[in-house]
């Protein structure tokens, strides 16, 4: 298996619902990452997963609050947006840190 | 980071060879320069990667400077499915930001059929 997957594709949402995204991967990668893109904008990192333990935050606000319960699984929880945080939302991994990271395809947010 | 100068936009014709510049001209001895590229609807995906000499891997090809202040991937033989935005990114592999992948905003490559 040699691919990043993220679930779900697309997400609706308002702005007082609670959601999660999820990213997963089975290549023993040691080292997750979560980006933002906005339209026709390059990815911007928000979070950094390192053996399982938070590693950096970019600054992110709490309304954004990562999990990794093991090595295979990346999860970011959602609470309270705003239609700004509309984005499309990467996952990547690395074998380590510093490694060439693997992203997913992505979940489209959409926030109402 | 050090920061990477890209043409926001460039064309090709299929199957011809495309040549994408990116100037780093603040780049430091740590700084590896790597290349990925997104497209459309998609993740980043990796190219290629170097430091010093030229690279090629099954994707492309990278050619660095002799001062390091320049790099080029170079696509032998386009087709429409590398039409894509191609991020340049140097990445100090020495201190607590090599878990960073910091995008510029890449060259957007046009292939014409």
């Known amino acids: 298996d040699t691919e990043v997957t993220q679930t779900p594709k697309h997400l609706v949402m308002g702005m007082t619902n609670k959601k999660s995204l999820k990213c997963e991967q089975h290549?023993?990668?040691?080292?997750m990452y979560w980006y933002k893109q906005k339209a026709k904008k390059p990815p911007e990192l928000m979070f950094v997963?390192?053996?399982?333990?938070?590693?950096i935050n970019e600054s992110v606000p709490s309304r954004f609050s990562p999990e990794c319960p093991n090595s295979s699984l990346l999860n970011l929880h959602l609470h309270a947006l705003q239609p700004e945080d509309s984005a499309l939302y990467l996952c990547?991994?690395?074998?380590?840190?510093?490694?060439?990271?693997?992203f997913g395809p992505g979940t489209r947010l959409l926030v109402l | 980071d050090a920061k990477t100068t890209q043409p926001n936009s460039m064309e090709s014709n299929e199957e011809e060879p495309v040549h994408l510049p990116c100037n780093h001209s603040?780049?430091?001895?740590?700084?590896?320069i790597h290349w990925y590229r997104q497209l459309p609807s998609q993740g980043p995906e990796y190219v290629i990667h170097?430091?010093?000499s030229n690279v090629n891997n099954r994707m492309a090809s990278l050619a660095i400077a002799e001062d390091r202040k320049s790099s080029t991937l170079i696509l032998h033989r386009a087709t429409l499915r590398d039409a894509a935005v191609y991020y340049c990114?140097?990445?100090?592999?020495?201190?607590?930001?090599?878990?960073?992948?910091?995008f510029g905003k890449g060259t957007l490559l046009t292939v014409n059929p």
């Open positions: 990547a991994s690395s074998l380590g840190p510093g490694e060439t990271q693997y």
């Open positions: 290549m023993g990668h040691r080292a």
């Open positions: 997963y390192s053996y399982e333990k938070l590693s």
């Open positions: 603040t780049i430091s001895g740590t700084d590896y």
């Open positions: 170097g430091l010093t």
């Open positions: 990114i140097l990445r100090d592999v020495t201190g607590g930001s090599n878990y960073k992948l910091t």
